[in-house]
């Protein structure tokens, strides 16, 4: 007897299921905020249940309840004002404990169709949803509807039916009959139980509260385990929104809603003595590389997947498209304003220039021409603001205005006054450009809207230092622009080498920073901007472990 | 076009797929070393093969040989005096890591297919590999035969189904087409490729020198990786024997034969400089748990798969079969000397005794009638030497020389001339008894022949008992004896909450501390004796990373 939620979305789940194995296009929850797919009323409903949670408790049953936490400010300016209920670690890791064992009973069939339902009604509170990533984060409308609904909902069902599939190619019963000569056989039953590894704490980061967050949860979810949601002090609302759906669902299907909760904190030592926790056994985590280290040094023992940060670049040797080229690196740089893991930091071009059509454009002409063409693009404050949103973070604020200390400006970083919101801090990206010898600048990490186009000798060194860069600093995309099959060739192997992405001409409407699920994996795990990727076997294969049992018959 | 090893050995590796999914019983490589089966000649050559390695140098043409290391002594007491090649550690990493690219570019099949003609090799060398384990282990013939090739071959192959599956889930190519409304759709190419996460090492152990090895080496070389194996200072015979097959087999492939490579030392500190050189990218171990400490704490950022010390145990509640229980018991104390990672060390026995046919048998009488089926079993000089081996290492010869002061002697350990090798170490198992309260005395893994009926206060605090002791110290297995399936159904439940596999009543030819590949998964990697699983889609998945490029056509 299946379950019933199991039956429900059977055919959705076996969608994804293809798409993994495919990796070609495919989404299970429409993109585009359309009345027509969402309904008429979804927009002012979704503002509406927003407005609701300002300036209040946000009500969610949860055990252990000792006081609220309220430390959002709206990188757009908007008063937030929402108390979430603080919880002593203890008392959740005690309630996610308990909640197991009837989520192991319902087995890999049960947990998906539970999972896949709690996806759906994420995805139609989609608006609700986005509103709240919007105002937490500064992400456009558009991104915030785009990644932090549909495609965040398409991550976390692409790790459902990661974790449903690993589990299913475990069998739940095996006869075992050996041949003993001229004896009888030697006879056994035997019993393979899949069986969480215990509760998962899933941390989330600042600038993307549901896309960064729904793959460890439904991942550490689908795999028998209860997930206690840790989300960035500053995003803490769409995170909320999510658990508390998670928990409704999970009660009407007669289950203990403690096998979603929420920890809200503003205090990083509270966090990692919930890390520390004997019975946190897996911990996701997506942020600076501080906590990361901390996590890989402290959290012996545990699983712990862990996205940081990088230094993703991008190689020109030539391009048949400069022009095409240039607005779709514009794009990328201006995109969130930089505040995108996956957005290029470095573009190492040659010394001598590079090739097009109009022939070869020396090294300072490259960097003016792109300053030109973001300058260009973002030259209309409607269209700026809703690329751009707002920064983030002061600290991302502050870097943004040292800047110039880092190489010769390009092009100088503008504030833009938000129509909407006059207290948004939009800022359009700052144009660097310097030599490949000035590591200290550009090799570090400079999340925002900073990027720098670095002087190499030429492309082969490019492709060598794009490599080491990605070995050593890290990487979650790179791209190249080349009509050389052999530059291509040389830098194919330079990211197997490096273990990263690559993107290879980009010219129109696809981005390096885009990842789409059940296509693009999300990193590789495989250099130091991350150990896992969004998603493959390995993210949910470590998530239970197989317990059996055998007797004679 | 297939590889043709692939096809060559196709037939099998789609058993061994079919074996993984269904887990009943299934081997590749006969288990008895029959004549019809491996030649009528194979012990002779085995015999000699083996012979001819001693007192001279071992022929192995790796890089960066800078003098010879001569570290076994035999436990028969057989002169060994073999000389490996002590290799630069540098020179292997460096020499693996070349090799590395022509082996990913022959993918997952042809992998796979270089896999099982390594295998086959192993198989048909099994007398020559099972003399060497023998007489570097101490384990009986039969033993040393089973596990040390035919047994340990299928483990290989297991972990070769296992990395082959999740290799083949990975698609190598997609086309990309996402809608675009009245828009033409967005259109790309994207390529999907295999690549190994870098140079694996993989330490073994001095009890199983190839039961314990194969499933890190191969599960590592299917995967895409160039392995070296460290084994055990004094059981490098076996692996260098197979690592030479693989060498063999690799060069008559056309491939680098530093695919496969061993570092033969005697000095840890040489080990744990090869672990921390940043190219070593995982790490397989089977020992003890201070240097499995050392690998958790000091290899950040690699994968370490770790099979470390334990406390297995069996809860007596009761039998229908006493005397079948006791023969059990006795085989499984007796086997090897209790030198299996698997044998049993604790019995916990209730202090009212335990419910038989007889009626309720004391605790005490439960003691010395297992006492006295020990006795029995091995009262025959043959079959006790057969059985028992001989002592592997002196730290388990003086374990066994202070085992009286851990509890009281219930059966005391024999020496037993060996009629063949007479200066063999062969000891009879100690069985002692004590109090559950005496946990200095029984908690600690005592490694050898040395177990103890421990005296709970009856079956639930045994139960109890059972699993906070795996969840603390550990177990590769837990057995249980009862007739009530109630007290099935506890410690049922006990054991997914400690994550360890139970036997239930075996009192017929299975023993507890037997696991047989295709079917008993080997450790669950969920406590603290082991953090990976013989073998599992885990053992795999994260030994190899997806790397993909794409591009607009």
């Given at each position: 007897m299946t379950h019933p939620l199991f039956d429900k979305h059977r055919a959705t789940l076996d969608g994804a299921l293809n798409a993994i194995r495919t990796r070609g296009y495919w989404s299970a929850y429409p993109e585009m905020p359309s009345p027509k797919t969402y309904g008429e009323t979804a927009q002012a409903d979704g503002k509406a249940a927003f407005d609701a949670c300002l300036g209040k408790e946000f009500a969610l049953d949860q055990p252990g309840r000792r006081g609220t936490v309220a430390s959002e400010t709206s990188p757009y300016g908007v008063p937030l004002a929402v108390a979430y209920p603080k919880c002593d670690p203890d008392a959740l890791v005690a309630a996610g404990l308990k909640a197991m064992p009837a989520w192991q009973r319902i087995g890999a069939e049960g947990r998906a169709g539970v999972c896949l339902e709690i996806l759906e009604r994420l995805n139609k509170r989609s608006f609700e949803i986005a509103t709240a990533v919007m105002m937490t984060t500064g992400q456009g409308w558009m991104m915030a509807f785009q990644a932090g609904g549909p495609h965040a909902q398409d991550r976390g069902l692409e790790a459902v039916a990661y974790a449903y599939q690993a589990q299913a190619e475990v069998p739940a019963a095996a006869h075992w009959e050996k041949p003993q000569g001229k004896n009888p056989p030697l006879v056994m039953e035997k019993r393979f139980e899949v069986v969480g590894r215990g509760v998962a704490l899933v941390v989330g980061c600042g600038t993307f509260p549901t896309w960064n967050t729904y793959p460890g949860l439904f991942a550490a979810l689908a795999t028998g385990n209860a997930v206690i949601v840790k989300p960035h002090h500053n995003a803490i609302l769409p995170a909320a929104i999510s658990v508390r759906i998670a928990r409704e669902v999970l009660a009407e299907a007669g289950l203990d809603p403690n096998l979603v909760m929420l920890f809200a904190t503003d205090q990083p030592a509270e966090t990692q003595a919930l890390a520390k926790h004997p019975d946190v056994a897996s911990i996701d985590f997506t942020g600076g590389n501080a906590f990361g280290e901390w996590l890989y040094a402290n959290c012996r023992g545990k699983q712990v997947y862990a996205e940081l940060a990088g230094v993703n670049n991008i190689v020109i040797?030539?391009?048949?498209?400069y022009k095409g080229m240039l607005r779709n690196l514009a794009f990328t740089l201006s995109l969130y304003a930089g505040q995108m893991c996956t957005t290029t930091q470095a573009i190492l071009v040659p010394a001598g220039g590079i090739d097009t059509p109009e022939g070869k454009v020396p090294f300072d002409q490259v960097a003016a021409d792109l300053g030109a063409a973001i300058d260009k693009f973002l030259a209309d404050p409607a269209v700026a603001t809703a690329v751009l949103g707002a920064i983030q973070s002061p600290d991302t604020l502050a870097r943004i205005g040292k800047a110039s200390q880092w190489g010769e400006v390009v092009l100088a970083s503008r504030q833009i006054a938000h129509p909407e919101f006059p207290e948004a801090e939009v800022r359009t990206p700052v144009l660097l450009k310097c030599d490949a010898a000035d590591e200290a600048a550009w090799r570090e990490e400079r999340f925002g809207p900073i990027a720098f186009v670095v002087r190499v000798a030429d492309t082969p060194a490019a492709i060598a230092l794009s490599e080491r860069v990605v070995k050593e600093?890290?990487?979650l995309t790179v791209g190249l622009y080349t009509t050389q099959q052999e530059v291509i060739d040389a830098m194919t192997e330079a990211t197997w080498r490096g273990k990263v992405a690559l993107s290879i001409?980009?010219?129109?409407?696809?981005?390096?920073n885009q990842s789409a699920a059940f296509?693009?994996?999300?990193?590789?795990?495989?250099?130091?901007?991350?150990?896992?990727?969004?998603?493959?076997a390995a993210f949910v294969a470590n998530r239970f472990r197989v317990v059996q049992r055998r007797w004679h018959v």
């Amino acid at each position: 007897m299946t379950h019933p939620l199991f039956d429900k979305h059977r055919a959705t789940l076996d969608g994804a299921l293809n798409a993994i194995r495919t990796r070609g296009y495919w989404s299970a929850y429409p993109e585009m905020p359309s009345p027509k797919t969402y309904g008429e009323t979804a927009q002012a409903d979704g503002k509406a249940a927003f407005d609701a949670c300002l300036g209040k408790e946000f009500a969610l049953d949860q055990p252990g309840r000792r006081g609220t936490v309220a430390s959002e400010t709206s990188p757009y300016g908007v008063p937030l004002a929402v108390a979430y209920p603080k919880c002593d670690p203890d008392a959740l890791v005690a309630a996610g404990l308990k909640a197991m064992p009837a989520w192991q009973r319902i087995g890999a069939e049960g947990r998906a169709g539970v999972c896949l339902e709690i996806l759906e009604r994420l995805n139609k509170r989609s608006f609700e949803i986005a509103t709240a990533v919007m105002m937490t984060t500064g992400q456009g409308w558009m991104m915030a509807f785009q990644a932090g609904g549909p495609h965040a909902q398409d991550r976390g069902l692409e790790a459902v039916a990661y974790a449903y599939q690993a589990q299913a190619e475990v069998p739940a019963a095996a006869h075992w009959e050996k041949p003993q000569g001229k004896n009888p056989p030697l006879v056994m039953e035997k019993r393979f139980e899949v069986v969480g590894r215990g509760v998962a704490l899933v941390v989330g980061c600042g600038t993307f509260p549901t896309w960064n967050t729904y793959p460890g949860l439904f991942a550490a979810l689908a795999t028998g385990n209860a997930v206690i949601v840790k989300p960035h002090h500053n995003a803490i609302l769409p995170a909320a929104i999510s658990v508390r759906i998670a928990r409704e669902v999970l009660a009407e299907a007669g289950l203990d809603p403690n096998l979603v909760m929420l920890f809200a904190t503003d205090q990083p030592a509270e966090t990692q003595a919930l890390a520390k926790h004997p019975d946190v056994a897996s911990i996701d985590f997506t942020g600076g590389n501080a906590f990361g280290e901390w996590l890989y040094a402290n959290c012996r023992g545990k699983q712990v997947y862990a996205e940081l940060a990088g230094v993703n670049n991008i190689v020109i040797d030539g391009t048949d498209n400069y022009k095409g080229m240039l607005r779709n690196l514009a794009f990328t740089l201006s995109l969130y304003a930089g505040q995108m893991c996956t957005t290029t930091q470095a573009i190492l071009v040659p010394a001598g220039g590079i090739d097009t059509p109009e022939g070869k454009v020396p090294f300072d002409q490259v960097a003016a021409d792109l300053g030109a063409a973001i300058d260009k693009f973002l030259a209309d404050p409607a269209v700026a603001t809703a690329v751009l949103g707002a920064i983030q973070s002061p600290d991302t604020l502050a870097r943004i205005g040292k800047a110039s200390q880092w190489g010769e400006v390009v092009l100088a970083s503008r504030q833009i006054a938000h129509p909407e919101f006059p207290e948004a801090e939009v800022r359009t990206p700052v144009l660097l450009k310097c030599d490949a010898a000035d590591e200290a600048a550009w090799r570090e990490e400079r999340f925002g809207p900073i990027a720098f186009v670095v002087r190499v000798a030429d492309t082969p060194a490019a492709i060598a230092l794009s490599e080491r860069v990605v070995k050593e600093r890290g990487a979650l995309t790179v791209g190249l622009y080349t009509t050389q099959q052999e530059v291509i060739d040389a830098m194919t192997e330079a990211t197997w080498r490096g273990k990263v992405a690559l993107s290879i001409n980009l010219t129109g409407g696809v981005f390096v920073n885009q990842s789409a699920a059940f296509s693009d994996y999300h990193g590789t795990g495989g250099n130091p901007a991350a150990n896992a990727s969004y998603a493959d076997a390995a993210f949910v294969a470590n998530r239970f472990r197989v317990v059996q049992r055998r007797w004679h018959v």
